[in-house]
């Protein structure tokens, strides 16, 4: 462990934005992330785990604490199901190529989603049909103030779309370590019912599917239409789709007769905000060193150099401008820092 200053975090957020912590450090055990959450030198501290969800739109005075924590296990298992153990500082992407190397199901329609284990449970990540809390059963997670070791169930968690506790009354409050997955070792419930799976199946000539041929559909869909943060700055989907009801998703049916919907409830629809954001215009929308994606209007892009300030304005025009033509508000999923 050791504590650096003045590093650029270019190299830490998807994105690939350049703004500078003034405090840094990287810690791989649990006993480091506890000497370094009691440092009263330096108050207050920012948790950085994949850089996959924020946004840095100013250089951060924080203690940047970027969380290195590996290591994946089998806690117990039957002949059914498995309970899988990884550790905060894994690759998310990484530890479901490994669960669908042993035959373990559950994760597979969230192959290629960016970011750390660690993170995964305070965005509650999903896609195609699947959420991270189907498979969680708990987190080990360190309190900022006790330096305790809590375990979280998946009932305190207090799941929602996109949302958890750790991003409400326990943000900034907890550090997740650990993660505990119950996954399946046999009769997995394959999900192929959502987005483009099928048809991507049916493109490979795979009427039979397994865990791992979803997982490669998946990958091929969010391939086609994701960019590479690697290659081009991003942070996935910028925004969360929106949930309206019944009746104003009828009401905005007579205007835009081929918007798309997904149930949620009796009385709730999901809107795809890609629909709403290209609909607007925006797709492909270039200004300057960033702008919209040219194949996912979801995602906003830093085609080099961009300021995280910049994102952030267009966000804002987005979001103006789909109320304007939608009166629907859309909500920002990344964190801004």
């Known amino acids: 462990m050791q504590l650096q200053h003045n590093i650029s975090l270019?190299?830490?957020?998807?994105f690939g934005i350049d703004e500078v912590a003034s405090h840094f450090v990287s810690v791989s055990e649990l006993d480091e992330l506890k000497a370094v959450l009691s440092l009263k030198d330096y108050p207050e501290k920012l948790i950085l785990g994949g850089g996959s969800n924020m946004l840095l739109t100013q250089p951060q005075d924080k203690l940047v604490i970027h969380i290195?924590?590996?290591g994946i296990s089998i806690e117990k298992e039957d002949d059914n199901?498995?309970?899988v153990k990884a550790n905060a500082g894994e690759n998310w992407h990484e530890f479901v190529l490994w669960c669908l190397k042993h035959n373990?199901?559950?994760?597979?329609?969230?192959s290629l989603i960016p970011g750390n284990v660690g993170t995964a449970p305070i965005q509650n990540i999903g896609a195609y049909g699947v959420e991270l809390k189907d498979t969680f059963i708990s987190c080990n997670a360190i309190s900022t103030d006790t330096l305790e070791t809590i375990t979280f169930t998946k009932e305190d968690c207090k799941f929602g779309y996109r949302n958890s506790i750790f991003k409400n009354e326990a943000k900034g409050k907890y550090v997740i370590t650990a993660v505990v997955f119950k996954l399946t070792k046999a009769q997995h419930k394959l999900r192929v019912d959502y987005g483009a799976i099928t048809s991507e199946l049916s493109t490979q000539g795979?009427?039979?599917p397994t865990i791992q041929d979803i997982s490669k559909a998946v990958i091929a869909i969010r391939e086609s239409k994701l960019p590479?943060?690697?290659?081009?700055?991003?942070?996935?989907?910028?925004?969360?789709?929106?949930?309206?009801?019944?009746?104003e998703f009828e009401v905005l049916q007579q205007n835009f007769k081929n918007i798309p919907s997904y149930p949620v409830s009796e009385n709730e629809v999901k809107v795809?905000?890609?629909?709403?954001?290209?609909?607007?215009?925006?797709?492909?929308?270039?200004?300057?060193?960033?702008?919209?994606?040219?194949?996912?209007?979801?995602v906003l892009v830093n085609y080099g150099g961009?300021?995280?300030?910049?994102?952030?304005?267009?966000?804002?025009?987005?979001?103006?401008?789909?109320?304007?033509?939608?009166?629907?508000?859309i909500e920002a999923e990344v964190n801004v820092l």
């Open 306 to 329: 961009a300021k995280g300030s910049d994102i952030l304005k267009l966000s804002k025009l987005i979001q103006k401008t789909v109320l304007k033509l939608f009166d629907i508000s």
């Open 272 to 298: 795809p905000a890609g629909w709403l954001i290209e609909t607007s215009g925006f797709k492909g929308k270039r200004f300057g060193n960033f702008g919209v994606h040219k194949k996912q209007a979801l």
């Open 81 to 83: 199901h498995v309970y």
């Open 68 to 70: 290195n924590l590996k």
């Open 10 to 14: 270019k190299a830490y957020n998807t």
């Open 228 to 247: 590479n943060p690697k290659e081009i700055g991003n942070s996935g989907s910028f925004f969360k789709n929106p949930v309206i009801s019944k009746t």
């Open 104 to 110: 373990f199901g559950g994760l597979e329609n969230l």
């Open 206 to 208: 795979i009427k039979t």
